[in-house]
């Protein structure tokens, strides 16, 4: 049994060796290291099964939530090396170096001081560690969006998402200032026993939250937030825009669920926040899927698609109630859905890193005739697109199933109607890459070479989204009864009592 | 063994994906399906209802979820069904030109989503194998279609998909309507729970609400049906004999085995629209079909109408018009599927199939002539064919539905429905007038029969359909147990 906390200590040394590493090695090639930096985070996926359960404290939960999304944060981020390996010719030609591969170093290491963020956050049950660990993963974020130095639409894609996401964490930390104030914790179970025990006014109160869902709903793209998505994902590095799609998302989620546990039980509040969330959630999901439906660009569809997928893992938040069910209960759908989610978007970018580095550009039409170029991607993708779509057996259709279900079960039949609308839009947009791959003659037949690494990663993705669409037991096992707070409340509010 | 049924099409299909002989193995799988259906049916013992050759397999204990397949007598004459057309619609398939393994692999994932479907006694799997053929669909009508492929293969995938979810959420909505305690997915529980009540009058009528419309789009009910005529003119001949004949299905057996047992107050409530609804399919359509000037999307838009036979036998929810509208099932899937056989062998020598682009076949294609006149008949419902005894059961159902249900709107329905045996004969009459009488063309009295070629399978499809027309007790009387068992008192 170790420690919870060496599992984020590794990462950040891994990560300050990279650096170093990086300064005073001589060679030029620094592929070596993100190999190195992939060995290392998988080793840490099979320690993270050895926690001590107890190593936690008032400010660090360790539990099933706790771990899993810790895990889902290592696997995105051996993947996102993986593919910043696959990308670096793409890179290098955007880069001024003397010579070609110098400068690589951060590229590799900074995702893993991303990851050591969201690994903290993940944990993070006190707004102080909650806020460093974000800025954590958004500063790392601002340096490898805008890395392509001399290609200008990352620049942009840079400024774009620094401005907002700076923005964004002015928000956030004026939200949690309110509710300090009101509660004078910043602790989320001292949070919750002070508003059961004391009576605060809930308009200052809702105040504050609404601004804590302005910072959050940043970061996971929700709709009114989201005009900072598509630029930055088409600009960015595309290995970075899957890490943003599917890292910065699920840290979100996860910091929204413990966030809002204590406030749910409040009367006059935790209705109105969930009312909110349910809007957001609507937005969300009509305009993530219809302004999808017209792109004729992947990487900008994928963009749309991920603020639609947001917009699910929405219906499932605003679908949460304090009567704790097994089945349909929304936390366990958000958590199955970003599992899901992280399968089917990282086996797409995976694939289109590949492809658009044959067929020399990133639109649908670079997709044409691939299931002849190599059956072996299209078939890779057409899993991804299936699985994002939702067609069963599948991980995605289990996730959309559980997000419908709790829904369903919340009575929210107008989020359904709307949800269902939406699925359909999303048919239409993720088939038209089926179609493009599947129907299209190819316009150039050269058969596609791939990595052995990255084969490797596509095949085990692949395998994966059929796997757990199959046999959801896995996850579903990790996440029974998942707990969003500290089993034991009480006491963390005792102890930060006895130190006023 | 059913669990063979279902993988011996997939295994067979991930062969030929992975470089396996197409052709000889899609056949080997289709015979072996069509011999597997057919052991199960003979071994099927009718002298005990209920569920046979239950086998499970856990897949989610949180949730109650298994992976449980099972049959009784309506799903093991929908298994028989899904052999027979399989192993008709890829021996009639023609030399394919480009990509022949994904052709028969997306064939045989059909296959195995039906046979999937009908073979599972959990509401989970019988909806997720009946995906499994979603997307085959959409590759096999993109990419080998004819005519307006690529916006009828748009056309039915998302309107199956938007079927589908809507379903999806009915059998949630349902899944939830029982108490907590007793949540399950296993048919026959819920069944037993529905049977003693567990779930409230007041709580069917809004899953009852989904299903019908989810269950409905996938039928083609109106005026949902916009899908399937278009597809089903596009669709390479096997692809549309596979999703006519036996997917189609799929949410009639839905409506049958979740829909009206499980929730028959919800279907009482509902019943006046459904039977405005099916009077549209059969009127409606049916004119449409006449209109039609082109013998496959004629075939298309007559499949979309005598869908509503079979909504009135279900309508009923009396033992009478659900065995006939299951034994209608049973017919109209074989002689559509003959049809559309024969339908792809006129493709040969005129692609459009327009009606006035033939004449005068008789002469030049005795025996095609021949075979599609029976087929024709079967189609209009004349006696001798199951079609015919399957309608009359549907109708003396109809006449006389289930307690709590106005019966004079039945009769009125009735009368409609009696009316639309006329229109299938007006459109299938011209239909015949126009391709085989008449005297042909120079060039038509060239073109060589080609019912020789491919005869078998048609003739398999028209024995059985004339088997099942002279014994429908034997069939009729499989089937009945079934529905005596749930349907309330």
């Not at chain 2, 009946?130 to 993109?142: R, S």
Request: positive net charge; proline residues 5%; contains cysteine.
């Amino acid at each position: 049994m170790i420690p919870s906390l060496c599992l984020e200590i590794t990462v950040l040394l891994l990560g300050i060796l990279m650096l170093l590493v990086e300064s005073f090695s001589r060679s030029d090639d620094k592929r070596g290291l993100a190999k190195m930096a992939i060995g290392i985070l998988s080793a840490l996926v099979g320690f993270s099964f050895f926690v001590d359960p107890a190593s936690g404290n008032a400010f660090y939960a360790v539990d099933a939530t706790a771990h899993f999304f810790k895990v889902l944060a290592l696997l995105t981020t051996i993947v996102v090396l993986i593919m910043a390996l696959e990308y670096s010719s793409v890179l290098a030609k955007y880069l001024p170096g003397v010579t070609p591969g110098a400068g690589l170093g951060e590229f590799y290491s900074l995702p893993v001081f991303t990851c050591a963020g969201l690994m903290f956050m993940a944990s993070a049950v006190d707004f102080l560690l909650i806020f460093v660990s974000l800025e954590l993963v958004t500063i790392s974020f601002y340096i490898l969006v805008a890395y392509m130095r001399r290609h200008t639409a990352s620049l942009e894609a840079g400024v774009k998402y620094l401005i907002l996401g700076a923005l964004s964490t002015g928000f956030l930390v004026y939200g949690i200032t309110w509710i300090f104030g009101l509660t004078g914790e910043t602790n989320l179970a001292a949070i919750q026993h002070a508003l059961a025990t004391k009576a605060v006014a809930t308009t200052p109160l809702l105040f504050g939250l609404m601004l804590l869902l302005t910072g959050l709903g940043f970061k996971v793209a929700a709709v009114p937030f989201q005009l900072w998505v598509p630029d930055v994902y088409q600009g960015a590095p595309t290995p970075i825009t899957a890490f943003l799609s599917v890292g910065s998302k699920a840290a979100g989620f996860v910091v929204l669920l413990r966030v809002l546990q204590p406030f749910l039980g409040v009367p006059g509040v935790g209705v109105k926040v969930l009312a909110v969330l349910a809007l957001m959630a609507a937005l969300t999901m009509l305009y993530g899927n219809l302004a999808a439906l017209p792109q004729d660009n992947f990487k900008r569809l994928l963009a749309y698609s991920s603020i639609g997928h947001a917009g699910y893992l929405l219906v499932a938040v605003a679908s949460v109630s304090d009567t704790k069910a097994t089945f349909g209960s929304a936390g366990v759908a958000v958590a199955f859905y970003l599992a899901g989610y992280l399968l089917m978007t990282l086996l797409s970018f995976l694939v289109l890193i590949v492809v658009a580095r044959h067929s020399r550009g990133d639109d649908i039409l670079h997709f044409n005739g691939l299931a002849k170029r190599s059956p072996f991607l299209a078939f890779a993708l057409l899993t991804a697109m299936l699985s994002l779509a939702g067609v069963p057996f599948t991980a995605g259709f289990i996730g959309k199933f559980l997000v419908f279900a709790a829904a369903v079960q919340a009575g929210k039949f107008w989020l359904v109607a709307i949800g269902i609308l939406t699925v359909a839009a999303g048919f239409y947009y993720y088939l038209r890459i089926v179609a493009a791959m599947y129907w299209q003659e190819p316009g150039d037949t050269t058969p596609i070479k791939i990595a052995p690494l990255t084969r490797t990663a596509i095949g085990a993705l692949t395998f994966a989204v059929f796997v757990f669409g199959i046999f959801p037991q896995p996850i579903l096992r990790q996440l029974k009864d998942p707990a969003f707070l500290p089993s034991t409340p009480v006491h963390a509010a005792h102890q930060s009592e006895h130190g006023d | 063994m059913l669990s063979l049924i279902i993988f011996i099409p997939l295994l067979a299909a991930l062969g030929i994906l992975l470089g396996a002989p197409a052709r000889k193995t899609a056949l080997g799988a289709a015979a072996a399906e069509f011999l597997l259906t057919l052991f199960t049916f003979l071994s099927y013992d009718k002298a005990k209802a209920g569920f046979q050759f239950l086998s499970s397999t856990p897949i989610a204990p949180e949730w109650n979820l298994n992976y449980l397949v099972g049959v009784d007598g309506l799903s093991v004459l929908m298994l028989l069904l899904t052999g027979i057309v399989t192993l008709a619609a890829i021996w009639v398939t023609p030399k394919i030109e480009k990509r022949e393994p994904l052709y028969y692999a997306c064939l045989l994932f059909i296959t195995a989503g039906a046979a999937g479907a009908f073979a599972s006694v959990d509401l989970f799997f019988l909806y997720a194998f009946h995906e499994l053929a979603l997307i085959p669909t959409f590759l096999l009508i993109g990419i080998w279609g004819s005519g307006e492929r690529h916006t009828a293969a748009w056309k039915i995938t998302i309107y199956l998909g938007l079927g589908s979810f809507i379903l999806l959420i009915g059998l949630l909505d349902l899944y939830l309507a029982v108490p907590e305690a007793l949540r399950t997915f296993n048919l026959i529980d819920l069944q037993k729970l529905a049977t003693s009540g567990a779930i409230p009058a007041a709580a069917q009528t809004r899953p009852y609400i989904f299903l019908l419309i989810g269950f409905g789009i996938l039928i083609s009910l109106f005026p949902f049906h916009t899908w399937a005529p278009a597809a089903y003119a596009s669709a390479p001949t096997p692809a549309a004999m596979l999703h006519a004949g036996v997917l189609k299905k799929f949410g009639l057996y839905g409506l049958m085995r979740v829909a009206i047992p499980l929730l028959p107050e919800g279907a009482k409530h509902w019943a006046n629209l459904l039977l405005i609804l099916l009077v549209g399919n059969i009127i409606y359509v049916g004119f449409a079909t006449i209109a039609q000037k082109k013998l496959d999307l004629l075939l298309g838009y007559s499949s979309v109408m005598h869908m509503g036979y079979i909504f009135l036998g279900v309508a009923a929810m009396n033992t009478i018009g659900l065995s006939g509208a299951a034994l209608l099932m049973f017919a109209h899937g074989l002689s559509i599927a003959a049809l559309f056989a024969m339908a792809g062998m006129l493709r040969a020598n005129r692609p459009q199939l327009a009606l006035d682009s033939f004449g005068g076949l008789a002469k030049s294609m005795p025996a095609l002539a021949f075979a599609f006149g029976l087929a024709a008949f079967a189609s209009i419902g004349l006696p001798g064919f199951a079609n015919f005894a399957s309608e009359m059961t549907v109708f003396f159902g109809a006449y006389k539905p289930a307690a709590g249900l106005d019966a004079s709107h039945f009769h009125l329905a009735v009368i409609f429905a009696l009316w639309g045996v006329v229109i299938s004969a007006v459109y299938m009459l011209r239909a015949y007038r126009a391709i085989f009488m008449g005297e042909p063309s120079k060039e038509a009295a060239a073109w060589p029969d080609p019912f020789k070629a491919l005869r078998w399978p048609v003739i398999l499809l028209l024995a059985v359909l004339l088997i099942a027309g002279f014994a429908p007790g034997k069939f009729l009387s499989l089937v009945q147990p079934t529905f005596d068992a749930v349907l309330p008192k």
